[in-house]
């Protein structure tokens, strides 16, 4: 087996020039560095360098996995339509679900997840209490039929993802099993490098009640969370409930005010010369069952999509037409007076407030000091909105920060959404049959990939942690040809990859600002500079790639001081 590996031999061919469709710095850097290659919308071929940093995301993955005595294995990819159908999940899963046929006409699902395949697997096979819990997991292909496939692997057609699934005979057992997990990658997002949270999520089309979800966070992460310094409590915006600070307009009598040219709660607040923490907003929607419907929420805030479908089903702000036929004014609704046949919705933040800033259903005109009770009753309080920067923590009352994060993985606790439906059912120690309890739990390998990049990038290229590098050392001779410099980096490689460190050597016939522009581009955590005028004084120069500083190291010290430092940083 070769010691080191010569760049002159590595499949990576690097870009000069940023790829004019890639939006995101690690799509744009991985193309750059040779490391994906479009095949076609969605779908990248991993080259060596990708899949050496990926082969070591999935063994750190393995290692935490073995810790908590979870088994791995394979399913196939492709899923019997009818276990889809078992669950309930074959047409409520959406277009996102990829289907064939094969030539006898079956119809098969290419898995985006494999729920319904390791129910089935087991359904037959754990019968009795006695063989409970058991965890199994895969990594494993999994394709989504994406509308706009973007970002590189952030959301392709096919990603590599680790997807498990716990088995227990209760609810304290899976309790267990979900903390080992959850535990589990809060280890592996650590010993990767990645700077994630731990947010509370909302389940989506996976289902169960108890779910967080592993963030990691980035500026170009598609998800927004708001989070406490204090306490550590975060959450998605789709699943956060928070403390608001609002502001009542003022105990007095009602009083109907002319308010000409209002189009937003912005222009409220000016005229008024209150903050828009003082106002109320009033959004009116047609639900799921065609109800007509208000909703009042915080003038500061935002509804929020997610929690208006839990309550509303599938819905839609009216239009123009659907408000003249309800008889309501845009930008001027309010809970007095409202016309008959309208359901009213009020966020549970509005309920300790006494007295509304709001419109008086009537053109140009609003109310201030509308008094709950006095003039307006409100029947349904709900949680509606989306927490934000400033909102205070629900844990322990702090303010809280808003990032953008980028999803990696997520635990989740089914209970018997799948065993029920899919009768997978087991003995209890009373000889009673009950259906299994199950947890579900997956790491996006390949966007995990990605998410380090967007979190180690700087103008010149990937910066790698150890832990996930391709190589750990990059020997960057000047001169190959030079007798003197290139027995020098060979024997430094060598000696390095004898302690067992990984070493990439750039042998290639390049000047040298060509090397040090790719040495920076591809990001090995640390280069080796062999010049001749160092070498003649006994040294040569290490950078690490992360900070930039440089040193002068004696040749004869170098493999043992590097190596140690490298080792000490490993996962």
């Given at each position: 087996m070769k010691s080191f590996h010569k760049m002159s031999k590595l499949?990576?061919?690097?870009?000069?020039?940023?790829?004019?469709?890639?939006?995101?710095?690690?799509?744009?850097?991985?193309?750059?560095?040779?490391?994906?290659?479009?095949?076609?919308?969605?779908?990248?071929?991993?080259?060596?360098?990708?899949?050496?940093?990926?082969?070591?995301?999935?063994?750190?993955?393995?290692?935490?996995?073995?810790?908590?005595?979870?088994?791995?294995?394979?399913?196939?990819?492709?899923?019997?339509?009818?276990?889809?159908?078992?669950?309930?999940?074959?047409n409520a899963y959406g277009p996102e679900l990829m289907r064939m046929h094969d030539r006898h006409e079956h119809v098969y699902a290419l898995g985006p997840t494999h729920e319904e395949s390791f129910t089935d697997l087991v359904r037959n096979e754990l019968r009795s209490y006695?063989?409970?819990?058991?965890?199994?997991?895969?990594?494993?292909?999994?394709?989504?039929?994406e509308r706009r496939p973007r970002f590189g692997l952030m959301r392709g057609r096919e990603f590599i993802m680790k997807d498990g699934y716990s088995f227990s005979a209760d609810q304290e057992s899976l309790q267990e099993c979900y903390d080992q997990e959850k535990e589990a990658y809060a280890k592996i997002c650590d010993r990767i490098g990645l700077r994630a949270l731990q947010v509370v999520a909302d389940s989506g089309q996976i289902g169960g009640d108890t779910s967080v979800e592993f963030m990691a966070l980035a500026e170009s992460g598609e998800a927004e969370l708001v989070y406490c310094d204090d306490c550590g409590w975060a959450a998605d915006v789709e699943a956060a409930t928070a403390g608001v600070s609002l502001q009542s307009s003022g105990a007095g009598e009602l009083e109907h005010i002319y308010t000409p040219q209002i189009f937003t709660i912005e222009d409220l607040a000016d005229q008024l010369n209150v903050p828009t923490s003082a106002t109320v907003k009033a959004l009116a929607l047609v639900s799921e069952e065609s109800n007509k419907v208000v909703c009042f929420i915080p003038g500061d805030h935002e509804l929020n999509d997610c929690k208006a479908e839990k309550f509303f089903g599938e819905?839609?702000?009216?239009?123009?037409?659907?408000?003249?036929?309800?008889?309501?004014?845009?930008?001027?609704?309010g809970p007095v007076n409202l016309p008959e046949g309208i359901e009213v919705y009020a966020d549970t933040t509005l309920k300790d407030i006494e007295f509304w800033t709001v419109g008086a259903n009537e053109v140009d005109y609003h109310f201030?000091?509308?008094?709950?009770?006095?003039?307006?009753?409100?029947?349904?309080?709900?949680?509606l909105i989306s927490a934000k920067?400033?909102?205070?923590?629900?844990?322990?009352?702090?303010?809280?920060?808003?990032?953008?994060?980028i999803e990696v993985g997520q635990v989740f606790q089914l209970g018997t959404k799948y065993s029920e439906a899919m009768g997978a059912t087991f003995m209890d120690i009373n000889g009673r049959e009950k259906p299994l309890v199950m947890g579900c739990y997956g790491i996006g390998v390949s966007r995990t990939l990605a998410a380090v990049i967007e979190q180690y990038h700087d103008a010149n290229g990937i910066f790698w942690p150890v832990s996930v590098a391709p190589y750990e050392v990059e020997i960057v001779p000047l001169d190959v040809n030079d007798e003197i410099v290139w027995p020098v980096a060979t024997q430094i490689a060598a000696e390095l990859s004898e302690l067992g460190i990984e070493v990439l050597v750039d042998d290639r016939k390049e000047r040298p600002g060509v090397k040090f522009a790719d040495a920076d581009l591809i990001g090995m955590p640390y280069q080796v500079i062999c010049g001749k005028k160092a070498i003649a004084s006994g040294?040569?120069?290490?950078?690490?790639?992360?900070?930039?500083?440089?040193?002068?190291?004696?040749?004869?010290?170098?493999?043992?001081?590097?190596?140690?430092?490298?080792?000490e940083q490993r996962a």
């Amino acid at each position: 087996m070769k010691s080191f590996h010569k760049m002159s031999k590595l499949y990576a061919p690097t870009l000069k020039e940023d790829p004019a469709d890639a939006e995101l710095a690690s799509h744009r850097l991985m193309l750059r560095a040779g490391m994906i290659r479009k095949g076609a919308a969605g779908l990248y071929s991993y080259l060596p360098l990708a899949w050496r940093s990926l082969l070591k995301i999935e063994n750190i993955i393995r290692e935490e996995m073995d810790e908590i005595d979870a088994q791995e294995m394979l399913v196939p990819i492709l899923t019997d339509e009818d276990l889809w159908k078992q669950s309930g999940r074959w047409n409520a899963y959406g277009p996102e679900l990829m289907r064939m046929h094969d030539r006898h006409e079956h119809v098969y699902a290419l898995g985006p997840t494999h729920e319904e395949s390791f129910t089935d697997l087991v359904r037959n096979e754990l019968r009795s209490y006695k063989q409970l819990p058991v965890t199994l997991y895969q990594i494993q292909d999994k394709f989504r039929d994406e509308r706009r496939p973007r970002f590189g692997l952030m959301r392709g057609r096919e990603f590599i993802m680790k997807d498990g699934y716990s088995f227990s005979a209760d609810q304290e057992s899976l309790q267990e099993c979900y903390d080992q997990e959850k535990e589990a990658y809060a280890k592996i997002c650590d010993r990767i490098g990645l700077r994630a949270l731990q947010v509370v999520a909302d389940s989506g089309q996976i289902g169960g009640d108890t779910s967080v979800e592993f963030m990691a966070l980035a500026e170009s992460g598609e998800a927004e969370l708001v989070y406490c310094d204090d306490c550590g409590w975060a959450a998605d915006v789709e699943a956060a409930t928070a403390g608001v600070s609002l502001q009542s307009s003022g105990a007095g009598e009602l009083e109907h005010i002319y308010t000409p040219q209002i189009f937003t709660i912005e222009d409220l607040a000016d005229q008024l010369n209150v903050p828009t923490s003082a106002t109320v907003k009033a959004l009116a929607l047609v639900s799921e069952e065609s109800n007509k419907v208000v909703c009042f929420i915080p003038g500061d805030h935002e509804l929020n999509d997610c929690k208006a479908e839990k309550f509303f089903g599938e819905y839609h702000l009216m239009t123009e037409e659907e408000l003249a036929e309800a008889g309501l004014v845009r930008g001027f609704m309010g809970p007095v007076n409202l016309p008959e046949g309208i359901e009213v919705y009020a966020d549970t933040t509005l309920k300790d407030i006494e007295f509304w800033t709001v419109g008086a259903n009537e053109v140009d005109y609003h109310f201030l000091h509308a008094q709950q009770k006095r003039d307006f009753t409100i029947s349904n309080w709900v949680d509606l909105i989306s927490a934000k920067a400033g909102d205070s923590c629900p844990h322990c009352g702090a303010p809280l920060k808003s990032a953008r994060g980028i999803e990696v993985g997520q635990v989740f606790q089914l209970g018997t959404k799948y065993s029920e439906a899919m009768g997978a059912t087991f003995m209890d120690i009373n000889g009673r049959e009950k259906p299994l309890v199950m947890g579900c739990y997956g790491i996006g390998v390949s966007r995990t990939l990605a998410a380090v990049i967007e979190q180690y990038h700087d103008a010149n290229g990937i910066f790698w942690p150890v832990s996930v590098a391709p190589y750990e050392v990059e020997i960057v001779p000047l001169d190959v040809n030079d007798e003197i410099v290139w027995p020098v980096a060979t024997q430094i490689a060598a000696e390095l990859s004898e302690l067992g460190i990984e070493v990439l050597v750039d042998d290639r016939k390049e000047r040298p600002g060509v090397k040090f522009a790719d040495a920076d581009l591809i990001g090995m955590p640390y280069q080796v500079i062999c010049g001749k005028k160092a070498i003649a004084s006994g040294t040569v120069e290490i950078k690490n790639r992360a900070t930039g500083e440089r040193s002068e190291v004696a040749i004869s010290e170098l493999a043992q001081m590097l190596a140690k430092k490298i080792k000490e940083q490993r996962a």
